[in-house]
């Protein structure tokens, strides 16, 4: 590091580390498309699969495929071993239907709440400049 000790001095280290700054996000944007390089065989995989997408052409979240995985493991295989085959085929897709139903509402509500906060600060705000 340098001492700086005019004007001119700090104007010098400031479009020194100027430079720096834009040689290293250069660099950095460099390694990322590197990166991305490196990664799109597995990206063109997961997509050839059907991984990312529903049956419907929505997108399928990992949550939403975990549980319903969690939901074939624990209950059909675990719960329901012993039941019927009516049980086993049913509950499972009844599950699976509510579990996706609940994320569904709650991530529409998470997107709706943020909102509804913000506009309830800013009423609340107004109320008490009143």
């Known amino acids: 590091m340098t001492t700086i000790s005019s004007y001119k001095d700090l104007v010098a280290e400031r479009t020194r580390l100027e430079v720096e700054l834009r040689n290293q996000k250069l660099a950095f944007k460099a390694e990322i498309e590197e990166l991305k390089s490196k990664l799109e065989p597995i990206t063109d995989t997961i997509s050839m699969l059907g991984l990312v997408k529903g049956k419907h052409g929505e997108k399928s979240?990992?949550?939403?495929?975990?549980?319903?995985?969690?939901?074939?493991?624990?209950?059909?295989?675990?719960?329901?071993?012993?039941?019927?085959?009516?049980?086993?085929?049913?509950?499972?897709?009844?599950?699976?239907?509510?579990?996706?139903l609940f994320l569904n509402k709650r991530s529409s509500n998470g997107s709706n709440s943020n909102g509804s906060l913000n506009s309830t600060s800013a009423n609340n705000q107004i109320e008490l400049a009143d």
């Open 61 to 100: 979240s990992l949550l939403q495929t975990g549980l319903s995985m969690g939901i074939d493991l624990l209950v059909r295989d675990n719960l329901l071993s012993k039941a019927g085959w009516a049980a086993r085929i049913v509950l499972p897709a009844v599950l699976k239907g509510f579990s996706k």
